[in-house]
């Protein structure tokens, strides 16, 4: 059984950095491509950033492109979101997933099949 736990959320004010934390067990990490997504009050959950299996490639929403930076550590069995410059628009609730199947970073929810319970981020300006 796959979980994920999330960690690392708050409030803070616009301009700071935050890094979101994923934990990650169940079986082999290293086997999944893994995602963050956020979903802001009264929004569709949309996609953040994504990395590949071993690591090598990475791919972010243009909204966070130049701010955010993904990584993982396999040995850790974790997933990290790094966030600097936060806007007020980055407020939502921030979600991990991992993806079994596809090697690419996908963009798409749909191809998440486990999800962690979301973690807050509140940006004020």
């Known amino acids: 059984q796959v979980q994920l736990v999330e960690s690392g959320g708050g409030s803070v004010q616009a301009g700071v950095s935050l890094r979101l934390s994923c934990a990650y067990s169940?079986?082999?990490?290293?086997?999944?491509?893994m995602g963050w997504f956020r979903q802001a009050p009264e929004k569709e959950r949309e996609f953040v950033a994504a990395i590949t299996r071993g690591g090598v490639s990475t791919n972010y929403a243009d909204s966070v492109k130049g701010r955010f930076t993904i990584s993982r550590d396999n040995a850790k069995n974790t997933v990290y979101l790094q966030m600097n410059s936060l806007k007020p628009e980055d407020t939502a609730v921030y979600y991990c997933?991992?993806?079994?199947?596809?090697?690419?970073?996908?963009?798409?929810?749909?191809?998440?099949?486990?999800w962690g319970q979301g973690t807050q981020v509140t940006v004020s300006s």
């Open positions: 997933a991992a993806d079994p199947t596809s090697y690419s970073g996908s963009n798409s929810a749909a191809d998440y099949d486990y």
């Open positions: 169940g079986r082999t990490f290293r086997t999944y491509t």
